[in-house]
Nanobody, 124 residues
Framework: QVQLVEPGGGLVQAGGSLRLSCAAS????????MGWFRQAPGKERQFVAA????????YYLDSVKGRFTISRDNAKNTVYLQMNSLKPEDTAVYYC?????????????????WGQGTQVTVSS
């Protein structure tokens, strides 16, 4: 079993930056691909970014390309989401997720483990 914990999140003004982190425990971290998703009130959970098991492959939601960066430090069992040039429409609960595979891309159903979520609010 894998546990994912996401401290961080918070309130930031539009144009600002925030870095989310997600710490994993319970298994060897580089056994699984990781992703970030978000869910705004009244909307479905949405893919944001994904990274492969070793970190050589990444993929982003079009609207965050060039603004967000996903990365991982396998020595620290942690995945990050650096968010720059934040917009009010980025406001959501952000979730990290892990998958028992080399790569799981953008599909919610391919992820096996989920963090509890952390609120990100971007004010205009």
């Amino acid at each position: 079993q894998v546990q994912l914990v996401e401290p961080g999140g918070g309130l930031v003004q539009a144009g600002g930056s925030l870095r989310l982190s997600c710490a994993a425990s319970g298994r060897t971290f580089n056994d699984y691909a990781m992703g970030w998703f978000r869910q705004a009130p009244g909307k479905e959970r949405q893919f944001v970014a994904a990274i492969s098991r070793i970190g050589g492959r990444t993929y982003y939601l079009d609207s965050v390309k060039g603004r967000f960066t996903i990365s991982r430090d396998n020595a620290k069992n942690t995945v990050y989401l650096q968010m720059n040039s934040l917009k009010p429409e980025d406001t959501a609960v952000y979730y990290c997720a892990g998958a028992d595979s080399y790569w799981s891309g953008s599909q919610v159903g391919l992820y096996d483990y989920w963090g509890q979520g952390t609120q990100v609010t971007v004010s205009s």
